[in-house]
């Protein structure tokens, strides 16, 4: 006798990445725009929580110019709001003091950038850069105030890499690359294109080459959603330190990371509702009792995916 067998892999993908976002603070079922989508809300997921830096121990490391950077003047637009050289300086005390201990950095973001799916970090997308902001700390887990000053960290491996303090204009700034550049080389590495000599990136309107873009090109080439590589002051051809994103703003690796999910949860459950038989086999097996009702629930998508039988167990397991 066959078991009977309930199984619906995508409606749980989707529960629960919809429950972990309302977590996080993000409620996508409320955005007009949204559909019953599987692919959709993955690919959110996981551009939500790439926003996110993890909670570790973090090493601190800064440039040779980041003290330099946090004691230049403020602008107008900052003055007024109310900040001070003391509060950058205790801003990035306590961040620095979150950092090293493992907690929360959320609340340094920028708040549109967690709780509306539409809106994507373009220098995060594309360099892999944060910027925290440097207002102080509020109780309650509030967002600090968000002033123009940032500091622009680089994350990797465990050690929050700590830039320089700058303006919010400066997402397209090179400079940003170059003092990567000239404080740890080793980071361009994995990106770097080793057999480019040259590449033309069009012409002026005398007719000459462009031999580089312009921090102006690279805010275009994000708006457009085209991928472009980068030639640093130095020389060399990286390509995007933050893994890129598609035209419509989202991370590759979060389109990747879906599509993954996705052909995985479908594999599994053609597995298990084309080998009933196989599948009571298994359980009685395993568990020396009939199995002839089996409701198998996703219960995990990420960083494994794991599929239970309400009644008994785990019985389907992949690393992601």
């Known amino acids: 006798m066959k078991p009977n067998i309930q199984i619906d892999l995508s409606t749980d993908a989707y529960e629960i990445a919809n429950k972990e976002l309302k977590e996080i603070g993000y409620y996508f079922n409320k955005n007009p725009l949204v559909t019953k989508d599987l692919s959709q809300i993955l690919t959110t997921y996981f551009d939500v929580i790439s ?15 980041f003290e330099r950077s946090a004691r230049e003047s403020l602008s107008d637009s900052d003055i007024k709001k109310g900040l001070t050289k003391k509060i950058v300086r205790k801003g990035i005390e306590q961040l620095i003091h979150k950092a090293k201990s493992g907690q929360n950095l959320k609340y340094r973001l920028s708040p549109h950038l967690i709780k509306n799916f539409l809106e994507q970090d373009t220098l995060l997308n594309d360099w892999g850069i944060f910027h925290f902001h440097l207002g102080l700390d509020k109780e309650n887990d509030k967002f600090v105030t968000n002033y123009d000053r940032v500091v622009y960290a680089y994350l990797n491996n465990g050690v929050m890499y700590l830039i320089k303090v700058g303006s919010h204009k400066d997402f397209s700034d090179q400079n940003l690359i170059a003092i990567i550049e000239n404080n740890w080389t080793e980071l361009l590495d994995p990106f770097t294109l080793r057999r480019i000599k040259s590449i033309e990136y069009g012409k ?38 933050g893994g890129g994103y598609t035209i419509t703003g989202n991370r590759l690796s979060s389109v990747r990371q879906s599509k993954h999910i996705i052909i995985n949860i479908r594999e599994i459950e053609t597995f298990i509702t084309q080998k009933p038989a196989y599948i009571k086999q298994l359980l009685q097996l395993k568990h020396d009792s009939e199995w002839h009702n089996c409701n198998f629930k996703l219960t995990s998508f990420y960083p494994q995916i794991i599929v239970k039988e309400v009644n008994q167990g785990k019985i389907v397991r992949k690393r992601f």
């Open 51 to 65: 926003k996110l830096p993890p909670q570790i121990n973090w090493e601190i490391k800064k440039s040779s110019c």
């Open 204 to 241: 002026d309107h005398k007719g000459n080459i462009i031999n580089a873009p312009t921090d102006e090109d690279i805010k275009k080439y994000r708006k457009s959603g085209a991928i472009y590589i980068l030639k640093t002051q130095k020389g060399r051809f990286v390509g995007s330190l």
